[in-house]
């Protein structure tokens, strides 16, 4: 039972910045208390970030008052980023904290499974390939045996494979498997000594005229099996209409550019039943389930205390409430220990310190520590209402410090006290759970049975605060916090992160050696102590040269930088390899890097990874010299030909003419330059004036959709939404005798190995006959793509458009894309 308990407060965890000082107004106690008083729960399950359908899940939680969770089988890695430079498993950070930051404006909660988002896919079958259906599977099974959700929506239809993203249908389909299997307890047996068995009542399929291709369709649909709500509805305590919420939610996604304006008025949604039994109250979703205290053994008593409180609210006063609300915490705190037990003892605190006013608060003014550090916690106490309150006593929780004040906390009088915390040598650094191990394409490994299915990492170090409340004793948990105050934005409140004593960056993640030279690679240690010496050693195999082989270092000052330079020289012949730095001080061993993420709509993020650069020699040979960049929505062109022993100049695009460029070897467009650069639509008469004399244009992929210019390319070119998803595709080429897979390098099927993701997308598929289409590839079960690669000449000189992932293959140094690329801007020389 103890396990279950403890488990149970992770679960009910739902993130860091929702622990910050909470400051519930008088309206919103209310509708808490509204809240509290309905025992009922629904999950909401599909794929990715943003798949979820913000509006029917802040109707659910606002309006129905129901315990909503969103499960996103992913966190949406394999995405692109609008807003800054991280992929993968960097922007499934951003997005697990954009998910988070979307569930504090709607009330939802949030959970995800293991599987990574590693890319399109057009079938669940390929999805399931991928991903480990059984550990998905499971994963699905434990959230639902957790969450014990009363309900369960998908957002997508499990019988119409292919009709989108394969992730998408295979969210819908493991959805439909674990409705069945958690309750059953000869399903993943191992979880049960953990979790319990919990039978869901009813799944359903959140419809749409969008499901059937048009609004005619879905009015003709057999609708005796749906379930319809007005999701439309108004909001006085909050001022906002629930599509409002919705789409402040729905614009936490920042990095996805979903910004989304609210509507008012009218919105119905529809849900279709799936498995369970047919509400005979069809506006009633949770009809035959009992959603009142007294679904609980001993809730009754309990109840009836707390609709007293919601009916007598005093809005000028909610501190009147708090005699009924600490007898109703007391009687619930005496239950025996379940899911609604635990979910509600957090609810009632958090109102119980909203009607007292009751502030309390744990700083420290540094970002980060080290293990074995000592730092100063400063705490916080007040009460601003005059009812009965005593600060018992406050704990840290490495429990060796602790204070036991024994003050009455008089109306609007504080307490404060400093308090030394000695950061055990033990404790583990604050970093995302699912990347403290390696983890494959598919799927993260997470060791900790009870950490899945988690938002984010649960803080070991808090400090439990104590009260006395109208007699009766609450204990009140608060994570240490990073807190300061900035000139410009005022107060910032942060994650207090725990990191290595000393950290190791690279400044290249890959390196490329395009020939025998030597290069220069720069080492950063950063230390997290007031006085760090030892050696630094690079692990490289035999084959490559590096000197010295050792650094001795001394840093000082917490916080401070020093950056060293080895000589590194590669072997003769291609080689790939990879470079592992070892840090020495006494006895202790140091090889990480602290990555962090800062932007304003997400809490500041840190993370520990092992540090390492990839090291490439590469057999390649390159014509040309000077390269003219514009930049897209972000790739590492520029840096990657620089690499090989290009001179990449970035352009500003309002100042380019086809007489400026005319010293460029070649030109390359950035991916989706012609989405996002307006300019572009009256800078492409000088591009393509600059390939007509003599320059060689190359234009990476562009999404079909919003494109600023109808005249891409010097001849007919159609874009589509044609991809390759399969990175291990076979490619074939067409024309062989091609000079672009000839000179100045012969490229060979050995050149498309090895590549990450996918091939390529947004192919065009219907071209001039100016164009030669060079290679065919396609997924598994479908017809060959030709217009992955497509050159033509069009005056003196070239025209290329592309759509293989340059973008995704260039940071991961695989080699066939370098001596590929080399071929392009080799073309006109
Ligand atoms: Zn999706």
Excluded at 462 to 491: A, C, R, S
Excluded at 709 to 738: I, Q
Aim: hydrophobic letters at 35%; one cysteine or more.
């Amino acid at each position: 039972m103890k396990k279950i308990f403890a488990l149970l407060i992770c679960l009910s965890f739902t993130s860091l910045h929702a622990q910050t000082p909470q400051k519930l107004n008088a309206a919103e106690i209310h509708e808490s208390i509204k809240k509290l008083n309905f025992l009922g729960s629904v999950l909401y399950i599909a794929a990715h970030p943003d798949d979820e359908n913000t509006r029917l899940i802040s109707y659910l939680s606002n309006k129905i008052h129901a315990r909503t969770g969103y499960l996103s089988l992913t966190r949406g890695d394999g995405g692109q980023n609008l807003i800054g430079p991280e992929i993968r498993e960097l922007l499934g950070v951003i997005r697990t904290q954009e998910l988070l930051a979307a569930r504090r404006i709607d009330g939802g909660n949030q959970f995800f499974t293991r599987a990574i988002d590693f890319g399109y896919t057009k079938t669940p079958d390929e999805t399931l390939n991928i991903w480990n259906k059984d550990k998905v599977l499971s994963d699905v099974v434990w959230t639902i045996r957790n969450f014990k959700p009363d309900v369960i929506i998908n957002r997508f239809n499990h019988r119409t494979s292919g009709d989108t993203h394969g992730q998408h249908t295979a969210s819908a389909l493991l959805s439909v498997e674990a409705f069945d299997l958690a309750g059953d307890k000869t399903a993943f047996q191992d979880q049960l000594a953990l979790a319990q068995t919990h039978y869901p009542k009813r799944l359903f399929f959140n419809t749409s005229p969008w499901f059937y291709g048009s609004d005619k369709a879905f009015e003709k649909a057999d609708k005796s099996n749906f379930l319809k709500f007005e999701t439309g509805v108004y909001f006085p305590s909050q001022g906002l209409s629930n599509p409002e919420i919705a789409a402040l939610s729905r614009s936490s996604h920042r990095s996805q550019g979903f910004g989304s304006a609210g509507s008012r008025g009218s919105q119905l949604e529809y849900i279709e039943l799936i498995a369970g039994e047919m509400p005979k109250d069809t506006s009633n979703l949770f009809d035959g389930i009992d959603t009142s205290w007294n679904r609980i053994e001993g809730g009754k008593e309990i109840g009836e205390i707390l609709t007293n409180v919601q009916a007598n609210y005093n809005f000028k006063d909610p501190s009147a409430s708090l005699p009924e609300l600490a007898k109703a915490y007391s009687l619930l705190d005496r239950l025996d220990n379940g899911y609604w037990k635990q979910v509600k003892i957090k609810e009632i605190k958090e109102i119980i310190a909203a009607c007292a006013g009751l502030y309390l608060d744990a700083k420290v003014s540094s970002a980060n520590a080290s293990p074995g550090e000592d730092i100063e916690v400063s705490l916080e106490a007040i009460n601003r209402s005059n009812s009965s309150l005593r600060l018992v006593s406050v704990n840290l929780s490495t429990a060796k410090s602790s204070s036991k004040p024994g003050i009455d906390l008089t109306n609007n009088i504080g307490w404060s006290r400093k308090l030394n915390l000695n950061i055990p040598e033990n404790v583990e650094y604050t970093t995302p759970y699912w990347l403290r191990s390696q983890f494959g394409i598919g799927m993260y490994n997470v060791k900790d049975q009870n950490l899945i299915g988690l938002p984010e990492t649960p803080r070991d170090l808090n400090v439990e605060f104590k009260i006395m409340v109208e007699g009766t004793e609450i204990p009140f948990t608060k994570n240490i916090l990073y807190e300061y105050t900035d000139d410009v934005k005022g107060e910032i409140i942060q994650p207090f992160e725990i990191v290595p004593a000393v950290s190791v960056k690279f400044n290249e993640k890959v390196m490329i050696f395009p020939d025998e030279a030597s290069k220069k690679i720069s080492v950063v240690l950063t230390s997290q102590k007031e006085k760090a010496a030892g050696t630094l050693k690079l692990q490289v195999p035999d084959t490559w040269k590096l000197t010295p082989e050792v650094a001795d270092f001394e840093i000082e000052g917490k916080g401070a930088s020093k950056t060293f330079q080895f000589n590194i020289t590669p072997p003769n012949g291609a080689s790939e390899s990879e470079i592992i730095p070892i840090v020495t001080i006494g006895n202790k061993k140091y090889s990480d890097e602290v990555v962090t993420i800062d932007y304003d709509h997400i809490p500041f993020q840190s993370l520990i990874v092992p540090a390492k650069t990839k090291l490439v020699k590469l057999n390649i040979k390159k014509k040309g010299d000077q390269i003219g960049y514009i930049a897209g929505a972000g790739d590492v062109v520029p840096e990657s030909l620089e690499q090989i022993g290009y001179k990449v100049t970035l352009l500003d695009v309002h100042t380019i003419t086809a007489k400026n460029l005319a010293k460029f070897d070649a030109l390359v467009i950035g991916i989706r330059a012609y989405n996002i650069v307006e300019t572009l639509k009256f800078k492409q008469a000088e591009l393509l004036k600059y390939a007509f004399n003599g320059g060689t244009l190359i234009v990476q992929y562009n999404n079909n959709r919003g494109i600023v210019t109808n005249k891409l390319a010097p001849y007919k070119l159609e874009l589509s939404r044609d991809r390759v998803t399969e990175e291990d595709a076979e490619v074939s080429f067409l024309e062989p005798e091609a000079s672009i897979l000839n000179t100045p390098n012969k490229i060979t099927a050995a050149d498309f190995n090895n590549w990450v993701q996918e091939r390529g997308l947004y192919f065009p598929d219907s071209w001039g006959k100016e164009f030669t289409p060079v290679l065919s590839m396609h997924d598994t079960n479908e017809e060959p793509m030709k217009g992955s690669l497509l050159i033509s000449e069009y005056g003196k000189g070239y025209f290329i458009y592309t759509g293989l992932s340059f973008f995704r293959q260039f940071p991961e140094g695989v080699p066939g894309a370098y001596r590929l690329f080399a071929n392009l801007v080799s073309i006109g020389k």
